[in-house]
């Protein structure tokens, strides 16, 4: 993933959770998992497999799942990102214009995989991961999480995320109203 996404995430992981259970949990790691994640920089690119291993550390040190901790973090660190003059935008804009820049923003995110959009009928929209056999979940928890979000900050009620697996790749239904 790109540094920048994970020295976000690396960010708000260390205002959600008590930075001594952070410490704790860095120590457990092996070393050159815990230097990659700590001398992380906004160029470049960190390895998923070192997020995972240190969001597992961290979870199982407050006692949480990884998956939990990862949902609530990187919806922080979305929300926070959005604050900005973005969330002026997001409530001007169309369906369309919020979930067609989930490829731009995915391409940024992951040197993997290549997102597409299509809107079958008001309301909803099909996201296709295509390019990336069997992806890790982490990618496709973080994107689930970021389409989700956008959608919710635009104003968009009631929505609904499916992320299926396919060939290839991953399907991401989204639902709003």
């Known amino acids: 993933m790109s540094g920048a996404l994970a020295c976000s995430l690396r960010d ?3 205002e959600l959770v008590e930075r001594d259970a952070v410490e704790q949990a860095l120590s457990q790691l092996p070393s050159e998992v815990r230097t990659t994640y ?3 920089t906004t160029i470049g690119w960190v390895p998923i497999e070192t997020m995972e291993a240190v969001f597992a550390a961290i979870a199982s040190e407050v006692g949480r799942s990884v998956e939990e901790l990862h949902e609530s973090v990187a ?3 979305i929300e926070r990102t959005m604050r900005t003059v973005w969330r002026l935008l997001l409530r001007v804009s169309s369906d369309q214009a919020l979930v067609s820049r989930a490829p731009v923003l995915f391409a940024k995110a992951y040197n993997r995989g290549r997102l597409e959009a299509h809107f079958p009928r008001p309301g909803a929209a099909e996201i296709h991961l295509s390019e990336w056999p069997d992806p890790p ?3 496709l928890r973080a994107t689930r999480i970021g389409i989700e979000t956008v959608l919710r900050l635009g104003g968009r009620g009631s929505v609904q ?5 396919v060939d290839g790749g991953a399907l991401f239904n989204a639902r709003w109203s």
Do not use: D
């Open 12 to 14: 708000t992981v260390c």
């Open 38 to 40: 700590e001398f992380a």
């Open 75 to 77: 919806r922080q660190s």
């Open 137 to 139: 979940a982490w990618p």
């Open 161 to 165: 995320m499916r992320v299926t697996r």
